[in-house]
């Protein structure tokens, strides 16, 4: 499904299934709140409304269930109707797996989504991940005709009126981010290496009228950055350090979002092996997430300072590459002896966020990496794994996680218990754990924390995405939509405040706690 225009429309208009395919998608019960009289236009002559009526009552999702209505051309799809607590209610990955499996194929294609507005948003970033951009399969360069998948969305339940233009205008942004992000992942390093991620940013920054800055190569070593250039100085391309800043007037507060931009991750002189190392090219996913995220942000209206930081590096093999044993001092002034050159993106965000302290004043400090393996242990391939400082955005980004269907899980937060497991003798720490069986997830954005300090009185939001970045062999542009939910109520765009979980009432089923002063202000 790669190379596939994906337009949202209010109404997608009436059209004979065969010259335009069409997939029905929602849950059943939503499904049988669509009148005949709504979907008879894009089914006649095709399908009757005995036929309609009989579809739906063979449906029985278990977990998910599909009939066709006429021949390959039109497909009506159920998603789950029960979820769990942990799971988000728009059932977003189901709506990924239908598509890719159900929609009929053709050159331009419908799909009638059906669900409650505040569904609508995960439900369109699930839509996306279904056609990603990447492909150099000979067949697709060959093609000439442009595949278009054409969206409408019937609202049903509350506040179930039509889509306002500044809703699709939303859900087109936001979609074009998740597939930002998810093309960057998936370009292998032969292209997407430092060099052409700093390409991405530029061309993000000229559409947005930022100019970035950039340190790169050795000026990194001379202004402090130990942790960004150790881990890329024996790279072919050099190592970067890059931020996009928006700086609109009224704003009330500083905001920077840290994405690992690991182009390749070998290992390093510990090197991975022949079966963990393919796959490594999805370890800049936490800065391919920020950028998507940061576009979309901007587009629709941020308020408040936005800083989106890049640390940009390819874990490489050379004569130049750091040791086991080497000693580093990082931009934070603290020293770090390595005794795991495989643990290099704690590294470089350390570097991240303290620059994000130090230099750009931030109340809120979110990193997002593909940082460690046993996250996908802790919780499991579909929950990113979140560590904080914060009991309140712990639980806001659980929260925006099931809102958005970039789904979230806290790890345990415990520095006093578990920043010993870097002791060092020679240095303030050692980069990675002495006992791989302590919660090294938790470990690991501990050490990113150290470099802004246990007491600093910010918040601090580690997330740690390694496994929902992907699917398969694909990237999922995971992260984008769990940003923009998250930090919605910063944004101008209705949208985007309905699905934020700052700035709400309390409900105390879904986990939310009283905010107290300084991060309650946040959004």
């Known amino acids: 499904m790669a190379n596939v225009g994906l337009q949202f429309q209010a109404s997608a208009g009436d059209a004979d299934p065969q010259s335009r395919p069409l997939l029905l998608l929602g849950q059943l019960h939503h499904l049988h709140r669509v009148p005949w009289s709504h979907v008879r236009g894009k089914l006649q002559p095709r399908v009757t409304e005995e036929l309609w009526q009989a579809a739906l009552s063979t449906l029985n999702p278990n977990p998910t269930d599909s009939c066709p209505l006429y021949l390959n051309y039109a497909t009506v799809a159920a998603l789950p109707s029960r979820l769990s607590r942990h799971n988000s209610p728009s059932a977003a990955h189901f709506v990924t797996r239908l598509v890719r499996t159900c929609l009929p194929p053709g050159t331009h294609r419908c799909i009638l989504m059906v669900c409650e507005r505040s569904d609508a948003f995960a439900s369109a970033c699930a839509l996306a991940r279904a056609f990603p951009l990447f492909t150099h399969r000979s067949g697709a360069s060959r093609r000439s005709e442009k595949k278009t998948v054409t969206v409408e969305f019937f609202l049903v339940g509350q506040d179930n009126g039509p889509v306002e233009v500044s809703t699709l205008q939303c859900l087109t942004n936001a979609t074009e981010g998740v597939r930002l992000a998810a093309r960057i992942v998936d370009t292998p390093c032969n292209e997407m290496n430092t060099d052409t991620f700093l390409e991405e940013i530029k061309k993000v920054g000229k559409d947005l009228g930022i100019t970035p800055t950039i340190i790169r190569d050795e000026e990194l070593k001379t202004r402090g950055f130990g942790g960004i250039y150790g881990v890329g100085k024996a790279a072919l391309h050099p190592p970067a350090l890059a931020v996009l800043s928006h700086t609109p007037e009224g704003a009330t507060q500083t905001i920077a979002w840290v994405g690992k931009g690991i182009v390749y991750d070998t290992g390093g002189l510990s090197i991975k092996g022949k079966t963990t190392m393919p796959g490594m090219k999805r370890d800049c996913g936490g800065a391919a997430a920020v950028l998507g995220a940061f576009r979309a942000a901007i587009k629709q209206g941020f308020k408040d300072n936005l800083h989106a930081v890049f640390c940009l590096a390819e874990n490489s093999v050379g004569p130049n590459a750091t040791r086991p044993d080497d000693i580093h001092l990082l931009y934070s002034g603290k020293t770090v002896e390595i005794n795991n050159t495989d643990a290099e993106g704690r590294l470089v965000l350390a570097d991240g966020v303290s620059y994000a302290c130090k230099d750009l004043g931030a109340d809120i400090i979110l990193d997002m ?22 009991a309140e955005w712990e639980a806001a980004c659980v929260k925006a996680g099931r809102r958005c269907g970039d789904l979230v899980h806290p ?29 090294p997830s938790s470990c690991a954005g501990l050490f990113i924390a150290s470099h802004i300090g246990f007491d600093w009185p910010g918040v601090w939001v580690h997330l740690d995405i390694a496994a929902p970045v992907h699917a398969g062999e694909r990237a999922t542009g995971f992260g984008v939509a769990l940003l923009l939910a998250l930090f919605g109520r910063a944004s101008e765009d209705p949208l985007l405040n309905l699905v934020s979980p700052l700035g709400c009432e309390v409900d105390a089923q879904e986990g939310d706690v009283e905010r107290d002063s300084k991060r309650r202000r946040l959004v």
């Open 369 to 390: 990496a593909t940082l460690t393996g046993a996250q996908g242990i802790a919780t499991g391939k579909y929950h990113a794994a979140v560590l904080t400082n914060s």
């Open 411 to 439: 790890l345990v937060y415990c520095p006093e218990l578990h920043f010993s497991e870097f002791t060092s003798a020679v240095a303030d720490m050692k980069n990675s754990v002495a006992d791989r069986d302590n919660s």
